[in-house]
């Protein structure tokens, strides 16, 4: 058996921000009991066990550098900030489809069974709780496991008495809810949307407009669990769960897991801005065969996960400053279903840029990836961070977590402001709140204090 997991001891800062300590059981609801949710559930147990290790975590490999270089200051994150230790968290979630975790996670294929086999005793006991379900907005799959309601509004109550359940069955003293549901057929906000008020009204009348994933964030809210949404659906990011986030001290952030071809451009996109480099276009294109990749078929789903994907140059490059370079760019973006690849998606992309004098250049990526295996430590991240600004008075009120956008494609901001994409400053913007809620020095690599 591994050994347990310590939480963090370090010294604190008399500036640092109050963070309440990690004590007790975190409870970690999942609406979407698929790839990902299995394999972040399935890999949790296995590091528990000491079968593998969590690979891709900043949370539990990562360092964060404390003062000037000189001093050698560079503990690992999960030392640095008090998070929830992995033999604290306890898991339930909502499906369409019936099947208990192990049984999710051998149908989506992504972990050999050697591995599932191990932690099956495990995995075999999360069975499930019925799923909000709107074929309007996931037209291409359907299931069983559903909730009846006389309204949506009864639908976000049945929903809140899971959470309930939950939590006290569980044990469980802190909650939070991560979106892990299929992408959902792309809205724009309504009338229904602007202000809770507006939003309970629209609840209770049905209205077409209030999607599945809004429920349960609606319903997170109100019991003051924060909810992370990993797909590029509203959810969220509407002034009413903005309103709902700061009344109940619950925060909120998203949108879409930064994974597999978004992950290379907001790797490729800032260097080749840093150094001046032209583009004249970027076509990207994916195959994968699992779930998402069924519901990405749909033109509606698509659709929303299209505008997610092609926000991403647009930020970075910012061409309204840098016109003769970025001006006009194209930027193609498809999704194609094809099930023989199951999870392990291959993303083609096709970049043509320019330097120097104007010459034209290529450069050619084929990323064969494993989707959930790249998003699995991305939902442990997040589930663990929202969790630490909820315990703390400086994070907990203020709404929007956009120091994490470095986890999302489409990170939420207050409306007015525009997203940070470039990986490198949110992971800077990252560090630098943690810093700060432990009264360290931010670090602004300036470094001329070494040479005075």
Known sequence: MAKRQKHATMEVSPSASEIKPAKGKLGIMIPGMGAVATTFVAGVEAVRKGFAKPIGSLTQMGTIRLGKRTDARSPKIKEFVPLAGL?????????????DMYSAASKAGVLEKELL????????????????????????IDGPNVKKGKNKMDLAEQVRDDIREFRKSSGASRLVTMWCGSTESYIE???????????????????????????????????????ANGAPNLTVDLPAMRELSREN??????????????LIKTILAPGFKARMIGLNG???TNILGNRDGEVLEDPGSFKTKEESKLSVLEHILQPGLYPELYGNFTHKVRINYYPPRGDNKEGWDNIDIFGWLGYPMQIKVDFLCRDSILAAPIVLDLVLFMDLAARSTELKGIGIQEWLSFYFKSPMTLPGL????????????????????RGEELITHLGLEYYD
């Open 249 to 262: 001290n619950a925060p909120i952030s998203g949108k879409d897991f930064k994974t597999g071809q978004t």
């Open 418 to 437: 525009y997203p940070e994409h470039d990986l490198f400053i949110q992971l800077m913007k990252l560090k630098n709140t943690l810093r700060h809620l």
């Open 117 to 140: 086999d191990k932690v099956k005793p495990f995995l075999s006991k999360i069975k499930p709780r019925k799923a909000v379900f709107d074929r309007n907005y996931v037209k291409l």
């Open 87 to 99: 033999d604290d968290l306890v898991f339930t979630g909502w499906d369409i489809f019936e099947d």
């Open 282 to 284: 970027w076509f990207s």
């Open 189 to 227: 906000p309504t009338a229904a949307h602007q202000s809770v008020k507006a939003f309970e009204k629209a609840l209770t009348k049905n209205d077409a407009n209030i999607a599945p994933s809004m429920i349960y964030a609606y319903a997170s809210l109100k019991e003051g669990v924060p909810f």
